[in-house]
């Protein structure tokens, strides 16, 4: 099984100076990997203790990455079995694919990053 090293190596990288708070960083970079195919469906990630020891945070800072990763689908937390990457195919029908694919336009020409649009996404679906 691939993924990141479970203690250890340094795979992702904080930085401090930078105006994006670290929780962000961490979610931002699991969120890269996976798109770029570095991390696979099933693929296990570090505990939280266990990564937030290797980047040097604090474990909330990691746990706080996990929780919004999980709400957003790229990864799957079970408890005592970790966090594990999610399968990102999402069956649906070719309705609601076209429907998602003209939200996703308009958000964009509207100037919506990617972040944004998820955290409308989530926003509205939450309350």
């Known amino acids: 099984m691939s993924g990141l090293p479970q203690t250890g190596e340094r795979v992702l990288t904080i930085n401090q100076a930078s105006p994006v708070p670290p929780f ?7 969120i890269d990997k996976v798109r770029r195919g ?17 980047l040097g945070l604090a474990p909330n ?6 929780k919004e990763l999980d709400q957003d689908g790229i ?5 005592r079995r970790g966090t594990v990457v999610a399968d990102q195919r999402v069956q649906v029908s070719d309705g609601a694919r076209k429907k998602a694919e003209t939200f996703v336009a308009a958000v964009q020409a509207m100037g919506l990053t990617p972040n944004e649009t998820m955290r409308l996404v989530r926003h509205v679906l939450h309350g």
Do not use: F, K
């Open 24 to 30: 962000e960083q961490v979610r931002t970079q699991i």
């Open 38 to 54: 570095e991390l696979a469906a099933g693929d296990q990630l570090p505990t939280v203790r266990a990564l937030a020891n290797v």
């Open 61 to 66: 800072t990691v746990a706080r990455a996990y």
């Open 75 to 79: 990864v799957s937390t079970a408890g």
